[in-house]
């Protein structure tokens, strides 16, 4: 007799499906618990990265601010310097400036001083020049002429004045005293003519008088015959300055070439001493007598004294009013109403009138 199975709900089937399920769970289990692992260690590396980050970031701030510090005291060291360096110059500014203050002055010092010792010595000499003259013109008029031996003269003629004239008559009578030397000597050589005694003497009066000019005095050497001329340098109708002498004594130098000729003309004389700016305040005029013609072209060829005295009378009367005039005549013969004229003149303007004797100067 066949037995009744009894039925078992455990069966294999169902423990196999069990198992399957169960080692599916563990598999899985195993799968999870490895991929945890991985992500753990992954988390771990992450973390200790973000903890050396955190400690690079603190340690970066902690430098930042060391480095902010820094920059703040050198910036403020630099403010500082900036400062001192702005003060030092304008303190070197302020110096130079002084010192160039100080410079120029020592500059204008020196440049003072030199031309005050310039100027001491120029006066200084000038001074010496002055007291000179004033010893040579002290007192009287006494004047020391070397010759043949020495002899004083006592001419009353003083030589002054600021703007001074010293003319000279070149005309043909200074050759000599008498008419008949003079158309005799007038056909010499000019070499003759030169040597003439009396024209000799005319220059040397013109030497005497150069020699008692004022040195600072202003000057004018005239000749006039038929015309007038100047006898300075460059022919110059200006005044000239006394200066070294150097002017004067060619003035006078250039005398020694001229030859003497022609009439006397008077007019052209005082024509000349009009136009000089400033009017003559002093004149001398060496000459032996009248007048022989004036600007307009004579009418005759001779000349008689009534009519010699009228060419004078209206040469002067065209002078300027208030100029001295001295006079030195040298004898001439024929001419009576010469000295007499010229004397006048003298004495109405004030000034001297000399006849000198044969050896003066």
């Not at 799968?31 to 955190?54: C, P, S, T, V």
């Not at 203050?101 to 006066?123: M, N, Q, Y």
């Not at 008077?266 to 003559?280: G, N």
């Not at 307009?296 to 004294?305: E, L, Q």
Request: aromatic residues 6%; negative net charge.
């Amino acid at each position: 007799m066949r037995r009744k199975r009894q039925t078992n709900v455990f069966s294999l089937a169902f423990l196999d499906v069990m198992s399957c399920g169960f080692g599916a769970v563990v598999l899985i289990f195993l799968i999870i618990n490895h991929d945890m692992r991985e992500q753990q260690e992954q988390d771990d590396d992450l973390l200790a990265q973000i903890r050396l980050l955190d400690f690079e970031v603190q340690q970066g701030r902690e430098n930042l601010f060391a480095l902010i510090e820094n920059f703040d005291d050198t910036q403020a060291r630099l403010d500082q310097a900036t400062s001192e360096r702005a003060a030092k110059e304008a303190e070197l500014a302020r110096l130079i400036q002084e010192l160039e203050e100080i410079e120029g002055a020592s500059l204008a010092e020196i440049e003072a001083a030199a031309k005050l010792r310039s100027d001491i010595d120029t006066r200084e000499a000038e001074v010496r020049r002055l007291q000179a003259l004033e010893r040579d013109n002290a007192g009287t008029n006494l004047r020391v002429i070397e010759g043949q031996g020495d002899r004083q003269y006592l001419t009353g003629m003083k030589i002054g004045g600021r703007n001074i004239v010293i003319a000279i008559d070149i005309s043909a009578s200074m050759l000599d005293e008498t008419i008949v030397n003079i158309l005799r000597r007038r056909n010499m050589s000019e070499a003759q003519k030169k040597n003439a005694p009396k024209w000799q003497r005319a220059i040397r009066t013109v030497e005497w008088l150069a020699a008692q000019l004022p040195l600072d005095a202003e000057f004018q050497v005239l000749s006039f015959a038929e015309s007038v001329s100047t006898l300075t340098a460059g022919a110059s109708m200006e005044w000239q300055v006394m200066g070294d002498g150097s002017e004067l004594n060619a003035a006078v130098n250039s005398l020694r070439n001229v030859v003497p000729g022609g009439g006397t003309n008077l007019e052209s004389l005082v024509l000349a001493m009009r136009d000089l700016r400033p009017i003559p305040d002093s004149v001398y005029i060496i000459t032996d007598g009248l007048p022989t013609r004036d600007q307009s072209a004579p009418r005759s060829p001779t000349v008689d004294g009534s009519q010699r005295l009228t060419l004078f009378r209206d040469a002067v009367n065209r002078l300027p009013r208030q100029i001295p005039i001295n006079v030195i005549l040298f004898p001439m013969e024929g001419d009576p109403m010469a000295g007499a004229a010229w004397w006048q003149l003298a004495r109405a303007t004030g000034g001297a009138f000399v006849s000198p004797s044969w050896d003066w100067p």
